[in-house]
T-cell receptor, first 112, second 118 residues
């Protein structure tokens, strides 16, 4: 499974756009990139998933360059409630039941 | 999205007792579920993959006789922490995929179970 590297923590202010970049140099051809959000004492929550280029949903955008060795989660206009840990995961959903290995994650602190 | 529940949400037990945690997929069938453990301020650590109708697959370093996993139906997996000790105190989280759902690659996580062993 591809190893991922993310910043340990980030600070932001309400209303700003936050971009969290994840490195996954050893990503395999069949691997997808998935981001999860976790609040304290809760299970992780799916944010977005992509394979290449750009994916956008109602809460975030995911930018993936052509070489797929990194990805950037973009959160538009964050609020205090976006303070959480964000995990970038890489894996093949078609094999091994998409066994998900979590890295250290990025702790995002949103300030007023 | 699909819903995964866990029961209980928190449990306190005495050292040496066994504790069972249930993980249910409420609106879909899950042939595979995953069990994680998370210590404070740390990331989730995958413990084992639970397979319906067959033996669980444990990650390296996880004692299969200590953490018993049973996946007897397509909607229920259980994790039993046997002879629990204070060092087993942790946040246990399960997850499942919904291969037939709209987001077939999405993994759905339960709310977690806080285990405290006195």
């Amino acid at each position: 499974l591809a190893k991922t590297t993310q910043p340990i923590s980030m600070d932001s202010y309400e209303g700003q756009e936050v971009n969290i970049t994840c490195s996954h140099n050893n990503i395999a051809t069949n691997d997808y990139i998935t981001w999860y959000q976790q609040f304290p004492s809760q299970g992780p929550r799916f944010i977005i998933q992509g394979y290449k280029t750009k994916v956008t949903n109602e809460v975030a955008s995911l930018f993936i360059p052509a070489d797929r060795k990194s990805s950037t989660l973009s959160l538009p206009r964050v609020s205090l409630s976006d303070t959480a840990v964000y995990y970038c995961l890489v894996g093949d959903p078609y094999t091994g039941g998409f066994k998900t290995i979590f890295g250290a994650g990025t702790r995002l602190f949103v300030k007023a | 999205g699909a819903v995964v529940s866990q029961h209980p949400s928190r449990v306190i037990c005495k050292s040496g007792t066994s504790v069972k945690i249930e993980c249910r997929s409420l609106d879909f069938q899950a042939t595979t579920m995953f069990w994680y453990r998370q210590f404070p301020k740390q990331s989730l650590m995958l413990m084992a993959t639970s397979n319906e109708g067959s033996k669980a697959t444990y990650e390296q370093g996880v004692e299969k006789d200590k953490f018993l996993i049973n996946h007897a139906s397509l909607t229920l997996s259980t994790l039993t922490v046997t002879s629990a000790h204070p060092e087993d105190s942790s946040f246990y989280i399960c997850s499942a995929r919904n291969p037939g759902g709209k987001s077939e690659h999405e993994q759905f996580f339960g709310p977690g179970t806080r285990l405290t062993v006195l």
